[in-house]
C-alpha cells in the first residue's frame, strides 16, 4: 500500500513537470490545420487547374446561383415596357418594380449591386494571385488574367447602367474598396474600355476548353472577339453618355466590325429549330454559358419564362407574361414573333412568354444562356452608324431585319429617324434577353431620340400608368436606388438623386 | 420606563388585560417588520451590555428593562432567596444574558411577548441532589424552545450529542430528552438557526434559538476552479437554485434566470418552444460580436451556439424554412438539451475578480451550472408531475372586415383607381366581403398542452453518493395542426471517496434527446397581416382552400406553412469525470476531463399539398431539405491545490492549465422531385438532389491558470487571479493572451469598533475588484486566406471561390473590469442588501467590421481601435419580513441600471460606423428623421429638417436625429415574494424592465404600404388616415400600390420607436405540502401539489405584440401548471 501511494505520488510528479513544461509547448497544441473545407490561396494559384477552377466558378455563380440572366431580364422587363408582372403579394421588390416605385429602404436591394461587386472582387483577387503566386504557366496565365479584366468590366458594365455613377473597384484591399466614392458614369465606361482592351489583348483568340489553352468548340469562355462585342457595347454606351462622341461611336463601329468581320461568327438561318439562334455553340453565339452540372435546366431562362400554366403570383421566376405593348411592337410577318413568344391558355386566359429558349427544364443540355450574339453585334453598328450619319448604318439594320421576315427598312435615313428604328429593332430583336430595352430606353435621353424612357415610360397613359404606377415627372426612375445599407457603412457613397 | 407588577394573587384580571396589551404589542411588533423595514433596534436586537458587581436582582432588571423595554413579571416572593449578582457583559443577547443572571438563581424565566416572566426553577432534573446524580446519572431534561420573538419553535431537533440520541421538539416548542449523564452536552438544531449546546444540568428551561445570520454567508459559492465562502468572496456572483428553477414551468433552463440575476439581460427571442435567448450579463461589450457569456455545465465549456444546422451549410436556406429563422426565432437553444430539473445551481459570475480566471474567455462573465449528486443518507426517491397548458396571453387590435374593406375602398380611391383591379380579390368579390376570421385566434390561439414527468433517485453512504434522474417534457405547439416539442432526459452522477478521503472520484454523465417538430415558418406575421375577410382555410375534404379562380390561387393559405413540416431532433450527451487526489495534507491534485457531444438532424419537407396552384403542378415542388449538425467538446483540466495556514491568515493556491478541443461540423442538401407526398421522408425517392455544402470547424484552446487567495482572520481578504491563453482562433503570433485580476475584501462587521457601535449591523463587506479578461468569440480561421470548392463543375472543373477577406494582425479584445462591491446585513440578517458598480471597458474589439457590398463581402474580420464603456448599477435585497412558526414571509428584490457609452473611437468619420455611432454615446443610439406629422394638403409624412422646416423630403443623413433614448433596456430587475404558511408556500414574482425598441410600425414597416391587398391593419388606423386635401388625420394617405416615395422615410423616423416598458408577473407557483400525518400513512416524504404560472400577465404601454419578443414572432406564452412532488 505504501509504495503504491509512493508510485502514484512519483507519477503525479511526473505529471506536475509535464503539466508546466506543456506551457513552452502549448503553441503546437493552438495551431490547427486548414479545414476540410478550404483550400489555401497560394495552393490554388499553383496549378493551372484549380487558378482556372477559381475563375471559371464564376461563371458558375452568374449562370447558376445567381441565375443573373432571367433575373436582370425579368427586373428590367417589368421596369420597361417588355414584360407583365402578376406579383400581387405586398412589399416584395417585384412590385415596385414594377410600379416604378422602387425606394432606398433597407430591407430591400434592387439590382444586382451585391452579386456585381462580388464578382469583380473575385476577378480582382485573381488578378492580384496570379502575379503573386508563381506556378501558373504563362499561356494559362495571361488568359485567365484576360478573363479576369473582362469580368471585372462585364459587371461594372451592369452596375453603372443600373445605378448610375458607382464606385469602381480595382483591388481586393478593403481600406480602398470600403471608402470609394461614386465614379462618374463616363469614368465608368471608360475604365471598362481600358479593362476590355487590356482583356483583349491578353485572351486567346480561340475559344479554350478547362485546361485554359486548348482549343474548343464551346462558346463559354471569353477570347479576343468576346472582349471586342463587349467593348463594342461599351464605346456606344460612351459615346452616348459623352455628349455624342463621335470618337466612341468610331471605336464602336471598329470594334463591332471585328467581330462581324470574323468568319466564326455567322447571323443563324432559323430563329427556331435546327440550327437556330439559342442553341448550345450556335454560328451566332460570341459567348454563352456553360452550363454548370449537375443540372436539371438547359438554361434559367427557359426554365423562368416558359410558362406552364397561369404566372404565379410571386412575382419573379414564372409569374411574368409579354406585355402587350411588346406584343404590338412587332411588324406584321416577323417570325420573331411566332418563333420566340410562346402561350398558354389557362384559366380561360391566354399568356404569352418569351420563348427564345425551347427547354423548360431536362438534363440533356442542347441550349446554353446567350450572353453576347452577333444580331447585337450589326444593331450597335448601325446605331454608331446612325450617330455619325453614316448612310450604311441601314445595311446593317437590314441584315438583321432580313433574317426576321420583315423585309428591308423604308423609312427615313436622317439620325432621328434611324435612331429610332435602331431602337425599335433592338426592342423585338433583343427582348428579355439581358435588360437591354431598359437601358436603350435610359440611353436615348442622351442621343436626344425622340422615343425614350420619359416618353414611354411617363406619357399620359404610358406605361407606368398602365402598369398601375405613377411616372410623372420623375425621371429619376431610370435609375436604381443604392442600397441604403452601403451608404451608412461608406458616406462617401452618394444616393441617387430622388431617393 | 418599566414596571413591576407584584401580584400576590397569582394570574387575575390585570393579567388578562394585559395579555391583550401585549397582543395589541404583538401585533404593532409584526406590523413594524412587515410594513417598515427600517425597524429599530432597540426593539429587535436585544443586546444588553452590563456591568455589575454584587448587586440586587432588582437592580439588573430595572437596566434590562431601560435598555430593552422588556417588562419583568414576577411575584414578591419570588425574589425570596436570590443572590446578589455579578456580571460584565457587553453587547450580547438578551437571552444570553438573563441565563448568566439566572445562573445560581431559585428562579427561572421564560419570554412571552415582551414580557419576562418568573418563576420558581422547575429543576431540570427530577433529582437535584449531588448524591443521587451520582447514583443516577440518566436524567431526563425538559424544555421549551422558542425563537427571539418569544414564538415556540415546532420540530427542532434536540440531539445529545455524537450519538443518534434525539427528540423533536412539539407544536408547543417543548421536548423531553433522557440522556445518561448530566454532564451530557445536547446541540439543539434547527434549518435557519443557529446551533447551540448546553449540558444537560446546565440547560435553561427555556432556550432561545437565534435565526442564523451567517446562514446566506457560509454558503459556499462556486468559481468554478475553486470554491469560496460567500461570505469572504471577493467577487460578484450570483446564484439560482434548484427551488427558484423548479417554481418555473419552463424547459429551457436559461429561462428560468430571467429578471433574478442583477445585470443579466436575457430576451427570449420567441415563444416558440425550444427558441433561443438573447443573453447579455452586463451590457454589450463588444459592437459587433462574441457577447455571449461563457457557459460551464459541471465543469465543462458548453456551446452556446445554436443548434439549428444549415447556416451556412445550406446558404441560409434551411435556417429560413425552419420555424427557427435566425432572424425571428433566433434558432433553436442548445440549452434545450439541459434538463432544469436536474440542474442543483446556476452561479454567475461577473466582475473580474470570478471571470479573469477564465482568462480570453471571460469578458462577457460565465455561467457556471451545476447538476444534481446524491448525498449520503437514505435512499430517496423523488417523483415529479406536471401537467398544464399555454396560450398567447396578448393580441393587438386590428381592424375587422367592414373597417378593412373600407380602408381598402379609401386606398383606391385615392390612387383615382375607379374599376376594381381583377386582382383585389378582397373587394371584387372573389373573397366573401361579409366573412370574417379573427386570424391572430384562428392562427395563434390554440392552447397548447405542457406536459413533464421526472423521477429521480439519489442516496448513498459516507464514501460513495449516487443520484439517477430521468425526465420526459412534452410541450405542444400553440400553432394549429400536430406540432410538438418532446424531451427524454437521463442523466446520472457518481461520487466516490476513499475512507481516508484522500482520494475521490466524480463522475457524472446526462443524455437529452429532443424532437421537435413545427411548422416552417413562424405563423405570427401572417396572424397580423391576413385580410380579415380572407376565405376559410379548409375545403370541404379537408384539403387547404387557395380560393381558385381561373386556375390560380387568390389566397396565399397561412396554414400552408403547418403543411411544411420542419422537424428537428436534436441529441446531447455531457460527461464528466473528476479525480481528486490529497497527495499531502495541504496539497490536492486533480484532473477533470470531460466530453460534451451535441447532435441536430433537420428535415423540412414541403408536400405539393402545401403550394399553390397552379405552382402545384410543378414536379420538382415536393422537397425535403435535410441539415445536420454536430458538435464535439473535449477537456482536460489538470490542478493543484495549495491549503496553509500563514500567521492569522489562510492561503489558497491553485495551479493549473487547460487543453480544449472543440469540433463543430454542419452539412446540408436538398431533395426534391418526389413522385408523391408519401414518399417525401425517404431522401431515395427524390430524382434530384442538390448539395448545400459542409462546413467543418475546430476551435482548440490551452491555458494556464493560477489563483492566490489569502484571507486574514476572516476579516481581510485578497484574492489574485490569473491566466496565459492560447486560441486558435487567431493567427500565427497572435494566439497568446495574459489575464489577470486582483480582488479585495473588508468584512468591516468583524472589526470589534464596528460590531459595538452599530449592533444592528450583523454583517458588513466592502469589496472591490479589477481585471482584465478577453474575447475569442468569433469565427475561426478568419486569418486565413482560402477558397472553398462548389458541386457545380464548368466545362467539368469543380469551382473554387474565396471564402473571405483575411486579416492576418486581428487578436484578443481585451476587457477591463472595475467593480466596487458593499454587502450588508441588518439585524440578524434578516435585511441583506448588495449594491455593486462596475464598469467594463472593452478596447481592440473584435469585429466583424462592415463592409459595404463594393468590398466583395460584407464584413472582416478586424480589432476596432474603439473603446466601449458598459458600466451600471446592481443592487439586490433580501428581506425576511415575518418569521414565525405560522407565518414566513421573504421578499427579495433586485434592480439592475446600466449604461453603454462609446468611450472614443478614433477615426470614427471615416470608418463603416460612422453613421451608425457617436463618440461619447451609446451604440444603442438610433438616429433617424424626426417625424412631424401629415401634410394635411398632400397625405405624406413629414418631417422637421435639421433647418426647422417641415419637409416631405428630408435629406439623409444630414436632417437626422438622435433618439432621446438609446434603444435598449435602462433598467431592470425583479421583485419576488415568498410566503410560507403551514403547509403553504406561495411565490410570486414580477419582472420589470424600462427599454426603448422599435413598436409595430417599425417591424412592419406598414406606413408606405398602408392600403395594399391582404394587408391587415392595427385597429388604431382605422378612419384615422388621410382622407383628401385638409383632412387632419395621425396617418397618412392609403394606397393599394405598395407606394413607396417618399413615405418610406417614415419607416426609418422617430414614430417607429417606442417605450417598451413592461412589468410582467412572470411567475407565480403555490403549494402545498400534505400534513406529516398523512404522509407518515403513505409511506411518502414531501408530498406538495403545486399549481405554477409563467409569464400572467404583462402590464405595458408598448404598441405591439409583446415588448420582449417584438410582433413578428410567437410572444412569449402565459403558461399555467399543476405539479405533484413526491419522495420516497
Same mark, same amino acid.
Given at each position: 500500500m505504501k509504495t503504491n501511494h509512493k508510485a502514484f505520488k512519483a507519477t503525479?510528479? *511526473? ?85 416604378? /416605385? ?55 458594365? *451592369? ?47 480561340? *475559344? ?7 482549343? %474548343? ?23 452616348? *453618355?459623352?455628349?455624342?462622341? %463621335? ?8 470594334? /463591332? ?25 450556335? %454560328? ?60 398558354? %391558355?389557362?384559366?380561360?386566359i391566354t399568356y404569352n412568354y418569351p420563348w427564345k429558349y425551347k427547354v423548360q427544364s431536362g438534363n440533356a443540355i442542347s441550349e446554353y444562356t446567350m450572353v453576347l450574339r452577333l444580331a447585337e453585334q450589326y444593331l450597335i453598328r448601325a446605331e454608331a452608324k446612325a450617330e455619325l450619319n453614316d448612310p450604311t448604318a441601314k445595311d446593317d439594320l437590314n441584315t438583321v431585319r432580313l433574317r426576321s421576315g420583315v423585309g428591308e427598312y423604308t423609312g427615313a435615313l436622317d439620325r432621328a429617324s434611324m435612331l429610332a428604328a435602331v431602337l425599335h429593332e433592338r426592342q423585338v430583336e433583343l427582348f428579355t434577353e439581358w435588360g437591354h430595352r431598359w437601358y436603350d430606353l435610359n440611353r436615348a435621353m442622351n442621343t436626344r431620340n425622340p422615343v425614350n424612357v420619359n416618353t414611354v415610360m411617363g406619357a399620359p397613359g404610358g406605361v407606368t400608368a398602365s402598369k398601375g404606377g405613377t411616372w410623372g415627372t420623375k425621371g429619376y426612375q431610370q435609375l436604381y436606388p443604392i442600397p441604403i445599407n452601403d451608404i451608412k457603412i461608406n458616406n462617401n457613397i452618394k444616393q441617387n438623386p430622388g431617393y | 420606563m418599566y ?18 396589551? &401585549? ?7 409584526? &406590523? ?24 440586587? &436582582? ?11 423595554? +422588556? ?35 431559585? &428562579? ?39 425563537? !427571539? ?75 468554478? @476552479? ?131 480566471? @477564465?482568462?480570453? =474567455? ?10 444534481? =449528486?446524491? =448525498? ?10 406536471? @401537467?398544464? !397548458?399555454?396560450?398567447?396571453?396578448? +393580441? ?114 446526462? @443524455?437529452? =434527446? ?28 379537408? !384539403? ?18 403547418? +403543411? ?26 486533480k484532473v477533470n476531463g470531460g466530453y460534451n457531444r451535441a447532435t441536430a438532424n433537420q428535415t423540412n419537407i414541403t408536400p405539393s399539398t402545401a403550394v399553390a396552384p397552379p405552382n402545384n403542378t410543378n414536379p420538382l415542388i415536393r422537397a425535403n431539405q435535410f441539415g445536420n449538425s454536430e458538435f464535439s467538446n473535449w477537456i482536460i483540466e489538470p490542478q493543484f491545490n495549495y491549503n496553509r495556514k500563514i500567521v492569522k491568515g489562510d492561503l489558497n493556491v491553485l495551479v493549473g492549465t487547460t487543453f480544449q478541443n472543440q469540433l463543430s461540423y454542419t452539412t446540408g442538401y436538398r431533395s426534391s422531385g418526389y413522385s408523391s407526398d408519401a414518399l417525401l421522408k425517404n431522401p431515395s425517392n427524390a430524382s434530384n438532389f442538390q448539395f448545400g455544402g459542409a462546413e467543418d470547424i475546430l476551435y482548440r484552446y490551452s491555458a494556464i491558470y493560477a489563483r492566490l487567495g489569502y484571507t486574514w482572520e476572516d476579516k481581510y481578504l485578497v484574492n489574485l487571479t490569473a491566466r496565459r491563453d492560447g486560441s486558435s482562433r487567431f493567427g500565427d503570433g497572435k494566439q497568446f493572451g495574459n489575464f489577470g485580476s486582483v480582488g479585495i475584501g473588508w468584512v468591516f462587521s468583524k472589526e470589534k469598533f464596528v460590531g459595538n457601535a452599530l449592533s444592528w449591523l450583523s454583517f458588513g463587506k466592502l469589496r472591490g475588484s479589477y481585471g482584465v479578461t478577453g474575447n475569442d468569440q468569433i469565427t475561426p480561421y478568419q486569418y486565413l486566406s482560402a477558397y472553398s470548392s462548389t458541386s457545380s463543375t464548368y466545362q467539368g472543373l469543380t469551382g473554387l471561390f474565396p471564402i473571405r477577406i483575411p486579416n492576418r494582425v486581428y487578436g484578443w479584445e481585451v476587457n477591463r473590469k472595475l467593480e466596487g462591491g458593499l454587502e450588508l446585513g441588518f439585524l440578524e440578517d434578516r435585511i441583506n442588501l448588495t449594491a455593486g458598480y462596475y464598469r467594463n471597458r472593452s478596447a481592440n474589439q473584435l469585429v466583424g467590421y462592415p463592409l459595404s457590398n463594393v468590398s466583395g463581402f460584407i464584413s472582416v474580420q478586424a480589432n476596432l481601435p474603439a473603446v466601449l464603456q458598459n458600466a451600471g448599477g446592481e443592487f439586490s435585497l433580501n428581506t425576511t419580513n415575518l418569521r414565525n412558526t405560522k407565518l414566513k414571509w421573504n421578499t427579495t428584490f433586485n434592480l439592475s441600471l446600466q449604461a453603454n457609452k462609446l468611450i472614443s473611437y478614433p477615426d470614427l468619420q471615416n470608418s463603416s460606423y460612422a453613421q451608425q455611432y457617436i463618440e461619447g454615446k451609446s451604440i444603442f443610439i438610433a438616429q433617424v428623421m424626426n417625424y412631424a406629422g401629415v401634410n394635411p394638403s398632400s397625405g405624406v409624412y413629414q418631417f422637421r429638417a435639421i433647418t426647422g422646416e417641415i419637409t416631405e423630403n428630408p435629406v439623409y443623413p444630414t436632417d437626422q436625429i438622435l433618439m432621446p433614448k438609446p434603444v435598449t433596456q435602462d433598467f431592470f430587475g425583479m421583485l419576488t415574494n415568498n410566503f410560507i404558511y403551514k403547509g403553504f408556500e406561495l411565490d410570486f414574482s414580477f419582472q420589470f424592465v424600462k427599454q426603448y425598441k422599435p413598436n409595430y410600425f417599425g417591424e412592419y414597416l406598414v406606413l408606405q404600404s398602408a392600403g395594399s391587398f391582404n394587408f391587415n391593419l392595427p385597429v388604431k388606423m382605422a378612419g384615422n388616415t388621410w382622407t383628401g386635401p385638409g383632412s387632419t388625420a395621425e396617418y397618412g394617405r392609403l394606397s393599394t400600390q405598395n407606394e413607396a416615395d417618399p413615405g418610406y422615410r417614415v419607416n426609418g423616423s422617430s414614430l417607429v420607436y417606442g417605450d417598451a416598458s413592461f412589468i410582467r408577473f412572470k411567475n407565480a407557483s403555490l403549494s402545498y405540502t400534505l400534513p406529516k400525518k398523512w404522509q407518515d400513512a403513505m409511506r411518502l416524504k414531501n408530498t406538495r401539489l403545486a399549481i405554477q404560472g409563467q409569464n400572467l400577465f404583462t402590464i405595458t404601454n408598448y404598441f405591439g405584440l409583446d415588448p420582449e419578443t417584438g410582433s413578428s414572432t410567437l410572444p412569449t406564452l402565459r403558461t399555467i401548471v399543476l405539479r405533484i412532488h413526491t419522495s420516497i
Open positions: 503525479v510528479t *511526473y505529471a506536475i513537470i509535464s503539466m508546466l513544461s506543456c506551457l513552452l509547448g502549448c503553441k503546437e497544441f493552438v495551431e490547427i490545420p486548414t479545414p476540410n473545407s478550404q483550400l489555401v490561396t497560394s495552393s490554388v494559384f499553383t496549378n493551372d487547374a484549380s487558378a482556372t477552377a477559381a475563375l471559371t466558378n464564376i461563371y458558375t455563380q452568374m449562370v447558376a446561383n445567381n441565375r443573373e440572366s432571367p433575373t436582370i431580364a425579368i427586373q428590367n422587363g417589368i421596369l420597361s415596357d417588355e414584360l407583365t408582372s402578376y406579383a400581387n403579394e405586398v412589399g416584395p421588390p417585384p412590385l415596385s418594380l414594377y410600379r416604378n /416605385a422602387m425606394s432606398a429602404s433597407a430591407n430591400v436591394v434592387f439590382g444586382q449591386w451585391e452579386n456585381a461587386y462580388k464578382y469583380i472582387y473575385q476577378a480582382n483577387a485573381i488578378l492580384i494571385a496570379l502575379q503573386q503566386y508563381d506556378g501558373v504557366t504563362k499561356e494559362v496565365k495571361n488568359q485567365l488574367t484576360g478573363e479576369a479584366y473582362f469580368i471585372r468590366a462585364f459587371w461594372h458594365f *451592369y452596375l453603372t447602367n443600373t445605378y448610375g455613377d458607382v464606385p469602381v473597384a480595382l483591388t481586393t484591399d478593403y481600406s480602398v474598396t470600403n471608402r470609394l466614392s461614386n465614379t462618374p458614369r463616363v469614368e465608368v465606361l471608360q475604365q471598362i474600355i481600358n479593362d476590355l482592351i487590356a482583356a483583349g489583348n491578353l485572351l486567346s483568340t480561340n *475559344y479554350v476548353d478547362a485546361s485554359s489553352k486548348n482549343t %474548343t468548340t464551346e462558346r463559354v469562355r471569353p477570347n479576343k472577339a468576346v472582349a471586342a462585342a463587349l467593348l463594342a457595347r461599351a464605346y456606344l454606351y460612351h459615346g452616348d *453618355y459623352a455628349n455624342n462622341n %463621335t470618337l466612341s461611336y468610331t471605336a464602336a463601329i471598329a470594334a /463591332a466590325s471585328t467581330v462581324i468581320g470574323n468568319s466564326t461568327y455567322r447571323l443563324c438561318d432559323n430563329l427556331s429549330g435546327p440550327n437556330s439562334v439559342f442553341l448550345k455553340n450556335s %454560328t451566332e453565339a460570341i459567348w454563352q454559358f456553360f452550363t454548370p452540372l449537375p443540372s436539371n435546366q438547359n438554361t434559367f431562362d427557359g426554365n423562368d419564362f416558359i410558362l406552364l400554366g397561369a404566372p404565379n403570383n410571386y412575382g419573379s421566376y414564372q409569374g411574368n407574361s409579354i406585355s402587350p405593348q411588346l406584343m404590338s411592337a412587332f411588324e406584321a410577318n416577323d417570325k420573331r414573333k411566332t418563333n420566340w413568344i410562346g402561350s398558354i %391558355t389557362a384559366g380561360g | 414596571n413591576f407588577y407584584p401580584n400576590n394573587q397569582g394570574h387575575g384580571v390585570t393579567r388578562r388585560v394585559l395579555c391583550k396589551i &401585549l397582543l395589541v404589542m404583538k401585533i404593532t411588533t409584526i &406590523l413594524l417588520f412587515t410594513i417598515i423595514l427600517h425597524v429599530s433596534a432597540t426593539t429587535l436586537g436585544q443586546k444588553i451590555t452590563l456591568k455589575e458587581n454584587n448587586a440586587p &436582582l432588582t437592580d439588573i432588571f430595572n437596566q434590562i428593562s431601560n435598555q430593552t423595554g +422588556f417588562d419583568f413579571l414576577f411575584t414578591g416572593s419570588d425574589l425570596k432567596n436570590t443572590k446578589r449578582v455579578s456580571i460584565n457583559v457587553k453587547n450580547e443577547e438578551l437571552s444570553e444574558v438573563l441565563v448568566k443572571i439566572f445562573m445560581g438563581q431559585p &428562579l427561572d424565566f421564560t419570554i412571552e411577548n415582551k414580557s419576562i416572566v418568573l418563576k420558581e426553577k422547575v429543576s431540570t432534573a427530577f433529582f437535584d441532589d449531588d448524591k443521587f446524580k451520582i447514583a443516577f446519572k440518566q436524567i431526563t431534561i425538559r424544555g421549551t424552545i422558542v425563537d !427571539s420573538l418569544g414564538n415556540p419553535l415546532p420540530e427542532v431537533f434536540v440531539r445529545e450529542k455524537g450519538t443518534q440520541n434525539n427528540v423533536q421538539t412539539d407544536s408547543k416548542g417543548i421536548f423531553l430528552l433522557t440522556l445518561p449523564d448530566p454532564t451530557a452536552v445536547i446541540t439543539i438544531s434547527h434549518v435557519g438557526f443557529k446551533t447551540r449546546e448546553f449540558t444537560a444540568q446546565n440547560i435553561p428551561s427555556t432556550i432561545m434559538l437565534y435565526i442564523n445570520i451567517t446562514r446566506l454567508r457560509e454558503v459556499t459559492i462556486n468559481k468554478g @476552479y475553486y470554491m469560496e465562502k460567500k461570505a469572504l468572496s471577493t467577487g460578484s456572483v450570483s446564484s439560482v437554485s434548484a427551488k427558484e428553477i423548479a417554481q418555473q414551468p419552463v424547459s429551457d433552463p436559461i429561462q428560468a434566470l430571467i429578471g433574478r440575476v442583477p445585470g443579466l439581460y436575457i430576451q427570449p427571442q420567441s415563444g416558440i418552444s425550444g427558441a433561443n435567448s438573447l443573453v447579455r450579463l452586463r451590457g454589450q461589450n463588444s459592437i459587433a460580436n462574441g457577447n455571449e457569456p461563457l457557459y460551464i455545465v459541471d465543469g465543462v465549456p458548453y456551446s452556446s451556439t445554436t443548434l439549428t444546422p444549415g447556416q451556412g451549410a445550406f446558404s441560409g436556406a434551411l435556417g429560413q424554412g425552419t420555424g427557427f429563422s435566425n432572424q425571428s426565432a433566433g434558432g433553436l437553444s442548445p440549452f434545450n438539451l439541459l434538463n432544469p430539473n436536474n440542474i442543483e445551481s446556476i452561479e454567475v459570475l461577473k466582475d473580474a475578480d470570478a471571470t479573469a480566471i @477564465y482568462g480570453s =474567455r471571460g469578458a462577457n462573465g460565465v455561467i457556471l451550472i451545476t447538476t444534481k =449528486r446524491g =448525498r449520503p443518507g437514505n435512499t430517496e426517491v423523488n417523483a415529479d408531475f406536471s @401537467y398544464g !397548458s399555454s396560450k398567447v396571453a396578448r +393580441f393587438l387590435d386590428l381592424m375587422n372586415t367592414q373597417q378593412y374593406l373600407e380602408m381598402r375602398q379609401q386606398a383606391l380611391a385615392l390612387d383615382d383607381i375607379t374599376t376594381i383591379p381583377s386582382t383585389a380579390y378582397d373587394l371584387n368579390g372573389a373573397w366573401d366581403k361579409n366573412h370574417y376570421t379573427d386570424w391572430q385566434r384562428t392562427l395563434l390561439g390554440g392552447t397548447g398542452n405542457f406536459a413533464d414527468a421526472q423521477v429521480s433517485m439519489a442516496g448513498g453512504s459516507e464514501n460513495t453518493q449516487f443520484f439517477i434522474g430521468s425526465g420526459f417534457n412534452r410541450q405542444i405547439a400553440v400553432f394549429p395542426g400536430d406540432f410538438a416539442d418532446n424531451k427524454v432526459s437521463m442523466n446520472f452522477n457518481l461520487t466516490h471517496s476513499s475512507t481516508d478521503k484522500r482520494f475521490q472520484l466524480t463522475l457524472s454523465g446526462g @443524455y437529452t =434527446r429532443d424532437n421537435n417538430t413545427l411548422p416552417q415558418a413562424d405563423l405570427t406575421s401572417a396572424a397580423l397581416t391576413t385580410a380579415p375577410n380572407a376565405p376559410v382555410l379548409y375545403n370541404a375534404d379537408g !384539403s387547404l382552400n387557395w380560393q381558385v379562380i381561373g386556375g390560380t390561387a387568390t389566397f396565399n393559405n397561412p396554414l400552408a406553412y403547418t +403543411f411544411r413540416t420542419a422537424q428537428s431532433i436534436s441529441n446531447g450527451l455531457i460527461s464528466k469525470l473528476a479525480l481528486n487526489y490529497r497527495i499531502f495534507d495541504r496539497f490536492t491534485f
